[in-house]
């Protein structure tokens, strides 16, 4: 995987978070997720805006890509920032579903850019 492509939804994360995420077996929530009481996710067209709003001044940032298909009936699409519509995954999201990671960086302009993909 070398860009989002679509049928995957994106989780942010640290590398830190991935590194306990593949030695616990289980993605961490952070403190959005356990507010709202699910998965915080993207889908491709929306990771730029979520990384910049939410992960700006992140160093080490990672697009975890998850199947769609993969997460089931507990994917829902709810609305959220003026009434455009999120992926949100009510449950526990294994380790073992992440299909690809991508690793990011910043780049002109504050995007964040796809500089490689890491093995899962």
């Known amino acids: 995987?070398?860009?989002f492509?679509?049928?995957y939804v994106y989780r942010l994360a640290?590398?830190?978070e991935w590194e306990a995420a593949q030695s616990g077996g289980t993605l961490p929530w952070n403190a959005d997720d356990e507010r709202d009481g699910f998965f915080h996710l993207?889908?491709?067209d929306q990771v730029q805006e979520t990384a910049r709003?939410?992960?700006g001044e992140?160093?080490?940032l990672l697009a975890l890509a998850l199947r769609e298909a993969d997460?089931?009936?507990d994917l829902k699409w709810e609305a959220s920032h003026g009434g455009e519509r999120f992926p949100h995954y009510y449950g526990e999201v294994k380790a073992d579903r992440v299909a690809g990671v991508l690793r990011l960086t910043?780049?002109?302009g504050n995007n964040f850019l796809v500089v490689g993909d890491l093995a899962k």
């Open 58 to 60: 992140a160093l080490g």
């Open 106 to 108: 910043r780049g002109m």
């Open 14 to 16: 640290s590398k830190e």
């Open 5 to 7: 492509e679509e049928g």
């Open 53 to 55: 709003r939410h992960y």
């Open 1 to 3: 995987m070398k860009t």
């Open 71 to 73: 997460l089931g009936k």
């Open 42 to 44: 993207s889908r491709p």
